[in-house]
């Protein structure tokens, strides 16, 4: 008979309650604090439901009432060395922090609250309702609220997406040797979420100071968490990955201060990351003023049942208890933060001329300027100031022939050695002597505390870099072994990454590179096979570096690691084992942003194209005989396109084919040629031309896989029917 033998977590779980005696330990002016920073959250959420109420609110208004004793209690446990991010539904979150930042000694709640809180609250209310003086700009609004100064790190609209990008803080802090932790803050819904699970697991394996808080309050929307899950103790999660894990009741800011503090003990100790659920409860609808008994998912008496634990009505009932404040002083703190919100209200807003009595409006001079809706999608590049560059015409130092991937791994190499901020990460690039194809060879033994093979986690890893970059601290450079798993990580990659500059104002560097390979041509089907580059260039914020020979390789990556905006590079396995012209010993310089090169001159024909596919052009060119120009793109964003060399060539030549192996419907050169047409059109003689791959993702089969991509034979014939039209 076999036998059974219980097993039991390796990780500690506990449940923590304030006693009485908690209560009257705890500090006089702590407990003010808590005050304070409870009746300030709750008046302004009041007043942001008001506004919304009044058709003020451009957009959702989250409301987090009933929900501050989790955020209260856990901001004032940190420093502003720390770091925080939340949610859709973070204008706690966000509150919390920037209260203690401003104020690290507590707030009184018996004098005005003036100076620096007006001024945060003010700055929050003008983001919330889309103006200039907010924190982002306007451009943020409500989900998405940033001080890095801070430590507030951006709330974030995704549900889950923004615990990856926490991860990459907490790696920069432990790698710096600080010992600042990051909170992430997130709810009920988002621990389902694979980031989520992926990060837990990512920051359990690397011991990183991050504290993943869950605002348990029973609803993602309508659907409860006894529906949404097994295990509705979502702490629990946390025994699955060996994180010491906390569960507290939320609407006890005492007990969630408590709590917070061991946690912080705990990541400040180097021992890694925690998790604190914090049973907590939202008043309102997902959305506006509300109840969600109004609704029909919940029942007025749960609504009550919570509604008498308020967080504020708790403290206060100790606070009397005590005689610390009496309900008269209780009452006039919280008259006080109303008329502070009123009176900042009026700052931004004026009576609507002509209108009804007590009809208001924004005030004309508080919305940002239109010609700002574009500004800050990428950076100016000023980080390029002062750089020579330089092309293969004007390239002093030896060269000779290379290998394409010896290229990769030599400039990687240098570029580590020269500076201590890139860090490399990836599945396997720590071992097979540089990953799977050789391009980080070298690097794990030479840099291995920056040299970081990950877990199957592309969301995971890939936020974790987008953190790095968004720090500051670090450049992270992040492969992916295949360029079809960046669909399994879009959401960092597009919501997150690309989005993060403009979304948060326009000042934000977001200096990351991404590297992966197309693989078509390989046997590797479907899903290893894509070229991404038509799919980037429809997302904003990145830019794409395409190239096609090894010394444009090492240049550009220099150029890409620079550069303050991310940046992804595509590299083409039939390029890793080609030789061409590369440097002997100089991987130091730089190609310019935006610079296409010739590869072949002729009068009749502009054939564009990039990767690997520039050869099969190269080659059916001059093994045909056609009078063409062939330029190799290199940079194919839009910001980045060097439309100077292309219509040069249309102008001579009055005909364009644009040869790429993606399909048709991911394909580059789709929107490229409508962009020709339209700046270029008085120049075509013809309509632009394209070879493509065909509709179907590249099989497994030899025979149908070369039906799919486009090659020299393809091209040959696209150039004989354009030239002899």
């Not at 590079?569 to 010993?585: I, K, Q, R, W």
């Not at 059916?620 to 062939?630: C, K, P, R, S």
């Amino acid at each position: 008979m076999s036998t059974h033998t219980p097993l039991q977590p390796a990780a500690p779980w506990v449940q923590v309650e304030a006693t009485f005696e908690d209560w009257d330990a705890a500090d006089p002016e702590l407990l003010k604090s808590m005050l304070s920073q409870l009746i300030l959250i709750r008046s302004f959420e009041e007043y942001v439901l008001d506004l919304a109420g009044q058709g003020l609110i451009h957009g959702p208004a989250h409301s987090s009432i009933g929900q501050e004793g989790g955020a209260v209690g856990s901001a004032l446990s940190l420093t502003s060395a720390d770091s925080v991010n939340g949610s859709h539904r973070g204008h706690h979150q966000f509150l919390a922090k920037a209260l203690q930042h401003i104020a690290p000694a507590g707030i009184d709640p018996t004098e005005e609250f003036t100076g620096d809180i007006r001024t945060v609250m003010l700055r929050s209310l003008a983001e919330i309702c889309g103006l200039s003086r907010g924190f982002c700009r306007g451009r943020g609004g409500s989900m998405h609220l940033q001080w890095h100064e801070a430590g507030a790190i951006g709330t974030n609209a995704i549900v889950g997406g923004g615990v990856p990008l926490a991860a990459g803080y907490a790696w920069a802090n432990r790698h710096s040797g600080s010992d600042a932790v990051v909170v992430t803050y997130f709810g009920d819904g988002a621990i389902n979420i694979g980031s989520t699970l992926e990060t837990m697991n990512l920051a359990s394996a690397w011991k990183l100071p991050l504290c993943f808080f869950i605002e348990n309050n029973r609803y993602a929307v309508s659907t409860n968490v006894e529906e949404s899950t097994g295990e509705p103790r979502l702490s629990a999660r946390g025994l699955g990955f060996n994180i010491a894990s906390w569960k507290v009741d939320g609407m006890d800011v005492l007990a969630t201060h408590l709590a917070m503090q061991e946690a912080c003990e705990h990541m400040r100790a180097g021992k890694g990351p925690t998790i604190v659920e914090a049973d907590v409860y939202r008043y309102f609808h997902q959305n506006g003023a509300f109840p969600g008994s109004a609704f029909g998912y919940r029942t007025k008496e749960e609504e009550k049942a919570y509604r008498d634990r308020d967080p504020i009505k708790q403290l206060s009932a100790h606070l009397e208890r005590r005689g610390i404040l009496d309900a008269t002083a209780i009452e006039k703190a919280v008259d006080r933060a109303a008329t502070m919100m009123a009176e900042l209200g009026d700052v931004l807003l004026e009576p609507v001329p002509g209108g009804k009595p007590g009809q208001r409006r924004i005030k004309p001079e508080e919305w940002p300027d239109p010609d700002f809706v574009d500004v800050g999608v990428r950076g100016d590049l000023s980080e390029f100031d002062g750089i020579e560059f330089v092309d293969r015409d004007t390239f002093a130092g030896a060269t000779t022939e290379s290998k394409f991937v010896e290229c990769i791994a030599a400039v990687l190499n240098r570029r580590m050695e020269t500076d201590k901020s890139i860090v490399i990460m990836g599945e396997d690039i720590h071992r097979l002597n540089g990953g799977t194809n050789g391009a980080t060879r070298g690097l794990s033994d030479q840099f291995p505390d920056r040299t970081l093979g990950t877990p199957i986690s592309e969301n995971a890893f890939t936020g974790l870099g987008g953190g790095l970059a968004l720090d500051g601290r670090y450049t992270p450079i992040v492969e992916f072994m295949y360029a079809d798993f960046m669909w399994v990580a879009a959401d960092q990659l597009f919501n997150q990454i690309g989005k993060a500059r403009h979304m948060f104002g326009g000042e934000n560097d977001v200096p990351l590179v991404l590297r992966s390979k197309v693989a078509m041509g390989t046997g590797y089907g479907s899903q290893h096979s894509m070229d991404p580059a038509g799919i980037f260039a429809t997302q904003p914020g990145w830019r794409i570096v395409a190239p096609s020979t090894a010394f444009d390789y090492v240049g550009l990556m220099n150029t890409a690691l620079r550069c303050k905006d991310p940046v992804v590079v595509l590299e083409h396995v039939d390029l890793y084992n080609s030789t061409s012209d590369a440097p002997v010993d100089d991987f130091d310089y730089h190609l310019p942003v935006g610079k296409a090169a010739v590869r072949h001159t002729g009068s009749a024909v502009t054939v564009i194209s990039y990767l690997a596919m520039t050869n099969y052009c190269l080659q059916a060119i001059t093994e045909g005989g056609f009078d063409a120009d062939l330029i190799d793109l290199r940079w194919l964003d839009r910001a980045s396109l060097d439309w100077e060399t292309i219509e040069a060539s249309v102008r001579k030549t009055n005909r364009v084919i644009i040869a790429e192996q993606g399909a048709k419907g991911t394909s580059y050169g789709g929107w490229l040629a409508d962009e020709i047409q339209r700046r270029l059109f008085d120049w075509l003689d013809h309509p632009v031309e394209r070879v493509t791959g065909g509709e179907a993702s590249p099989s497994i089969s030899k025979v149908l896989e070369r039906a799919a991509i486009a090659q020299a034979a393809e091209i040959a014939e696209k150039l004989t029917e354009v030239t002899e039209a």
